[in-house]
């Protein structure tokens, strides 16, 4: 159980363009996801949580017009990089939790999104 | 606020040696103790969890105590595989809601 799945795995794009991650709870209700950057042996900096319904909260530093995160459903949060430049080239990973049952209190993250921009 | 340190990589063992990373943390009240485990290339994966003091964990081999007294969560593991080579993260739920708090990681490599 508590499985996440984020799409695609891998994207490359170019300067200018937008890319959107999708990010779902296969098994599991996520009232709130996560969603984390990770650079090249570091840890995880938190960007944004959401809640289902609700806007983002936006970590300090992160723009929110740059990095468009939407929780419409119980399941499913998307991340869109708008305008993405070579800078936002990352390790992209979600985490989702849930507010009650078995899987409540921990967060089960997804196997990551690599974005190269061109 | 909240902050998680665990000791620096990377940790380098032969396998069927003995692994222990240690991790300590700062939170106010009660936090819940978590360890994931990275491979290359790849998301998180949750290895254990504690949500309260003298809790231990355990999952695959692994275990740790949530020690209140010493606010230490270490990871053990008595034989380790070459599968075992991997980034750890320790990590802590505080009372200021569902955010995770990452200690900065730590790379283990196991050779055979």
């Known amino acids: 159980g508590a499985v996440v799945s984020q799409h695609p795995s891998r994207v490359i794009c170019k300067s200018g363009t937008s890319v959107k991650i999708e990010c779902r709870s296969l098994d599991f209700q996520a009232t709130t996801m996560f969603w984390y950057r990770q650079f090249p042996k570091q840890s995880l900096m938190l960007m944004a949580t959401s809640n289902e319904g609700s806007k983002a909260t936006y970590e300090q530093g992160v723009e929110k017009d740059k990095f468009l995160i939407n929780h419409a459903s119980l399941t499913l949060s998307t991340l869109t990089v708008t305008s993405a430049h070579p800078e936002d080239s990352s390790f992209y990973i979600c985490s989702a939790r849930s507010s009650g049952g078995a899987y409540q209190e921990t967060q089960y993250f997804g196997p990551g999104t690599r974005l190269l921009v061109l | 606020g909240d902050s998680v340190t665990q000791m620096e990589g990377p940790v380098t063992l032969s396998e069927e040696a003995f692994l222990t990373i240690n991790c300590t943390y700062t939170a106010t009240g009660y936090p819940s103790l978590f360890w994931y485990v990275q491979y290359p290339g790849e998301g998180l994966q949750l290895l254990l969890k504690?949500?309260?003091?003298?809790d231990k964990g355990s999952n695959k081999g692994f275990e740790a105590t949530y020690r209140k007294e010493t606010t230490s969560f270490h990871l053990e593991k008595g034989s380790v595989q070459v599968s075992d080579s991997a980034v750890y993260f320790c990590?802590?739920?505080?009372?200021?809601?569902?955010?995770?708090?990452f200690g900065g990681g730590t790379r283990v490599l196991v050779k055979p």
């Open positions: 504690a949500t309260k003091a003298d």
């Open positions: 990590a802590l739920t505080g009372t200021a809601g569902n955010k995770l708090t």
